[in-house]
Structure formats: C-alpha cells, structure tokens
C-alpha cells in the first residue's frame, strides 16, 4: 500500500488544521433556503440549525474549533455575541444529541439517515473538546477515537528499522542518516524565484486530471500565496462561492516532490474539491446548513484529510507523478532531471516509515517520552533536518491526535477506492461519492 513518504507527511501536515484568528471571513452562501426541503426532514433542518449554532458557540471557547464557515453572517454574528459558558454547551450538546436520536426513528429517506449519522457522530466529537477545555485529558489512542471516530493501530518504533535499512542503502556514506537523505533532497528543492510558476503547473494539472471525471462548478476558482511562521507547510482555506486561498509555507524551503501534492492535497481532487462538491450538492442541492460549517475536531477531518491525501495517488497514478516531475516540473523549476531513478526510489523507500510519525505523538502527547526525545526521533525516522522535526513536534503539540487522520484517512479512503481491483472511472466514481455526500469513517470500511 503506497502512502505519503513520511519526510512529506511531517512537510505537509496540511489541508484542515486549525489556524486561530487568521482564518478568513466567511463569504460566499449567503442564506440557505430550507424550504426545499420535504416537510419529513423539518425537523432534520431545525437540529442542522441548532448544530449550527452550538458549533459556532464552541468556536468562541477556542480558536480554530471552526476551521471553515459560509453560511448566513447573522447566525455567526448571534453565537459570537453570546456564547453559552462550556459546562452549558456541553449539555446542550448531549441534549442535542439525543433530540437527533428521536427525529432520526422517523426516517425512511436513505440520505435523510446517512444525514442523521453524519450528525450524530458530529455531535459525539464536540463532547471531548469541551471535556478538555475543561481540564479532562484522554490517552492519545481514546482521544482520537473520540474526535475523529477511529482508533489508531500504533506499531512500535523498533518495527521501523529494516525501512530505515533500506533508505540508507540508497544514500550511502558516514554520518547520520537523516543529514544524509537532506544533502541529497536538497538537490531537489524548487528555487524561490521558480515557486510561483512550478506550483501554478502543478495545480493546474492536478485540476485537469481531476476535472476529467468529477466535474467542477461553476465559476470555481482559488488564490495561491505565499506565508511564513506556520506549522504546517500548506493550507486550504475554504471561503464559500466555490472559492478558495490556498497557502505554502515558506519557512523552510519547497521539495520539489512537494508540488504535486501540495496541488491534490489542498486542490484538487483534495480539499478545495470536496468543499465545492459538499456546498454544491449538500448546501445549496438539498438546503443542509451543517455542511456550511466545518468543525476541525471531528470525523469529518479524517474524510477531508484522507481523501486529500490519497487525490495523489488518484490523479497520478503509477509512474505518472514521476514522470510529470520529470517533464514537467522539473524543468520550469529550473532542477536538473536526475540521469537514473535514484531519487524517486529514495522518496518510495520513505514512504514505508510514515506511520512512525503516529507513535511519535503518541509517545509524546501521552508523556512516555518528553519533547527533546520527539524531536530526536522525529529526526531518525523521519529523516528530518533539526529545523523540520522541530516544526513537526510544534505541529503534534498544536493538533494533537489530528495527525491520525493523515496516514490513517489514507489509508482507508485507499481502501474503500481500490477494493475489488476497479478500473479507473470506478475508482473515480467512488471519490466523487466520498466527497460529495454525508460519509463518515465507518461508511468507507462497508463494502
């Protein structure tokens, strides 16, 4: 099972983490007209609203719970001016909840109860962030099941050495490891002057592979810019209007093995995708104003995350992303094409070692090792330089157990795209229906 190498994991960690007070203004819907819906789902609609409104409640306890809102500005406006205190929210949540429970048992519309369960594990996640707002601390392993609906299945460290073995064999010499693969990564990293242009051509042929099978409404469109003091390398910022601001990190500097991925992951077939099909069909098709809001803390991120970060994989499938690098990117960023396939070797041979990045923040959020240890081994197996395992640790202590959703929504979007050897329209099929109706983490294990 091919993944995101682990050195671009930790690179990236991007798509749908918190950004606090940068986050931009809500835009695009400006109301949502529920009378569309059947008079069977009022009572869905009147428990969407109040979701709604809890949510935005939530977010003014802590910055960046609501990573993306374009629904109608008086509602956030309301929930702003006067937010209900944690313990109550907390209540209301519960209370919430169980109102679902009893709308839900008068069902009979398919979607209608896919639109319950989407709701009710909502629901179920906001509890732990207001546990924890209020002192409660949860195991790595409870916590991200809690939030995110999956418990992670964490290997041991020692369980990563024969990858390792293998990376050094690729990178021969003295000296540590990690310095080693860097030396020869740098070889490959896009010129600031170059980043523009050979980020501009990396996204536009995510888009063209992307909108060959799901099409893309109309008017789309996403701004690319350029930040710094981030810990993440990308991020989407989903503004409503089928629009989005897309930012890298330039911090440190940009591999260029990180322009395609950067163009699925927060692009297309990724998270700037997925959001417009959600406004499209789910907001403005059927009138459900809980999708105009995106809550970071819940299973919904490890659909996003993961099925942005397979979108790679999906549009490039094969050797079809090394050879746009070859072709392509390499010569607008102005790299030498390697003579031999060393470097596309080096980058899967990594890839084995992504899951480490889990046990490291296990480790750590659970207090088993303390923070100089995580940096040291966010070096060894991920094959960091000090100043890119720094900023994966000040990542892990931001997000927490988030960083599931990475490898993990992967691994499972993987799964449920590829089970049964489909040919490629099927497997673009089936993430067109990932993206763009209520699915949750349980849905992508069902066959």
């Given at each position: 099972?091919?993944?995101?190498?682990?050195?671009?994991?930790?690179?990236?960690?991007?798509?749908?983490?918190?950004?606090?007070?940068?986050?931009?203004?809500?835009?695009?819907?400006?109301?949502?007209?529920?009378?569309?819906?059947?008079?069977?789902?009022?009572?869905?609609?009147?428990i969407?609203?109040?979701?709604?409104?809890?949510?935005?409640?939530?977010?003014?306890?802590?910055?960046?719970?609501?990573?993306?809102?374009?629904?109608?500005?008086?509602?956030?406006?309301?929930?702003?001016?006067?937010?209900?205190?944690?313990?109550?929210?907390?209540?209301?949540?519960?209370?919430?909840?169980?109102?679902?429970?009893?709308?839900?048992?008068?069902?009979?519309?398919?979607?209608?109860?896919?639109?319950?369960?989407?709701?009710?594990?909502?629901?179920?996640?906001?509890?732990?962030?207001?546990?924890?707002?209020?002192?409660?601390?949860?195991?790595?392993?409870?916590?991200?099941?809690?939030?995110?609906?999956?418990?992670p299945?964490?290997?041991?460290?020692?369980?990563?050495?024969?990858?390792?073995?293998?990376?050094?064999?690729?990178?021969?010499?003295?000296?540590?490891?990690?310095?080693?693969?860097?030396?020869?990564?740098?070889?490959?990293?896009?010129?600031?002057?170059?980043?523009?242009?050979?980020?501009?051509?990396?996204?536009?042929?995510?888009?063209?592979?992307?909108?060959?099978?799901?099409?893309?409404?109309?008017?789309?469109?996403?701004?690319?810019?350029?930040?710094?003091?981030k810990?993440?390398?990308?991020?989407?910022?989903?503004?409503?209007?089928?629009?989005s601001?897309?930012?890298?990190?330039?911090?440190?500097?940009?591999?260029?093995?990180?322009?395609?991925?950067?163009?699925?992951?927060?692009?297309?077939?990724?998270?700037?995708?997925?959001?417009?099909?959600?406004?499209?069909?789910?907001?403005?098709?059927?009138?459900?104003?809980?999708?105009?809001?995106?809550p970071?803390?819940?299973?919904?991120?490890?659909?996003?995350e993961?099925?942005?970060?397979?979108?790679?994989d999906?549009?490039?499938?094969?050797?079809?992303?090394?050879?746009t690098?070859?072709?392509?990117?390499?010569?607008?960023?102005?790299?030498?094409?390697?003579a031999?396939?060393?470097?596309?070797q080096?980058?899967?041979?990594?890839?084995?070692?992504?899951?480490?990045?889990?046990?490291?923040?296990?480790?750590?959020?659970?207090?088993?090792?303390?923070?100089?240890?995580?940096?040291?081994?966010?070096?060894?197996?991920?094959?960091?330089?000090?100043?890119?395992?720094?900023?994966?640790?000040?990542?892990?202590?931001?997000?927490?157990?988030?960083?599931?959703?990475?490898?993990?929504?992967?691994?499972?979007?993987?799964?449920?795209?590829?089970?049964?050897?489909?040919?490629?329209?099927?497997?673009?099929?089936?993430?067109?229906?990932?993206?763009?109706?209520?699915?949750?983490?349980?849905?992508?294990?069902?066959?």
């Amino acid at each position: 099972m091919k993944r995101t190498s682990a050195l671009l994991l930790a690179l990236m960690l991007t798509g749908c983490a918190a950004a606090g007070t940068e986050r931009p203004a809500a835009g695009g819907v400006a109301s949502i007209d529920v009378r569309r819906a059947p008079v069977s789902s009022q009572a869905m609609n009147d428990i969407a609203a109040a979701y709604v409104r809890l949510s935005l409640e939530i977010g003014t306890h802590e910055d960046g719970y609501i990573d993306a809102y374009y629904g109608p500005a008086d509602v956030k406006a309301a929930a702003e001016a006067a937010p209900r205190d944690k313990p109550a929210l907390l209540a209301a949540t519960r209370a919430l909840a169980a109102r679902l429970d009893l709308a839900a048992r008068r069902l009979s519309d398919p979607m209608e109860r896919r639109r319950a369960a989407f709701l009710r594990a909502q629901l179920r996640a906001a509890e732990t962030p207001l546990l924890m707002m209020q002192g409660t601390r949860f195991a790595f392993a409870d916590e991200a099941e809690r939030l995110f609906g999956v418990r992670p299945r964490l290997l041991p460290l020692a369980s990563y050495d024969g990858a390792l073995a293998k990376v050094a064999a690729l990178v021969p010499g003295d000296g540590d490891l990690a310095t080693r693969v860097e030396a020869y990564l740098d070889h490959f990293t896009i010129p600031k002057p170059r980043l523009q242009k050979t980020l501009d051509a990396a996204i536009a042929r995510c888009r063209g592979r992307s909108a060959a099978h799901i099409a893309m409404p109309k008017g789309e469109s996403f701004r690319l810019e350029f930040v710094t003091g981030k810990s993440w390398s990308g991020y989407n910022y989903y503004q409503g209007g089928y629009h989005s601001l897309i930012q890298a990190n330039t911090d440190l500097p940009i591999p260029l093995s990180h322009a395609l991925i950067l163009g699925c992951h927060e692009g297309y077939p990724g998270h700037h995708l997925l959001n417009m099909k959600l406004e499209e069909q789910l907001v403005n098709g059927r009138g459900w104003a809980e999708y105009s809001l995106y809550p970071l803390f819940s299973p919904q991120s490890l659909i996003a995350e993961g099925s942005a970060s397979y979108g790679v994989d999906l549009a490039f499938p094969g050797d079809s992303k090394a050879g746009t690098e070859r072709d392509i990117l390499m010569p607008i960023a102005e790299i030498a094409v390697p003579a031999d396939d060393r470097y596309w070797q080096l980058l899967k041979a990594i890839d084995a070692l992504s899951g480490a990045r889990l046990t490291i923040a296990q480790q750590y959020l659970d207090g088993t090792i303390d923070r100089a240890a995580a940096v040291a081994l966010t070096r060894k197996y991920l094959l960091m330089s000090p100043g890119r395992a720094e900023r994966s640790v000040r990542f892990t202590e931001q997000y927490r157990s988030y960083v599931i959703n990475y490898g993990l929504g992967e691994a499972m979007v993987r799964g449920y795209v590829e089970r049964g050897n489909p040919d490629r329209d099927e497997m673009w099929r089936r993430m067109a229906k990932i993206i763009g109706e209520p699915t949750l983490p349980a849905d992508l294990l069902r066959r």
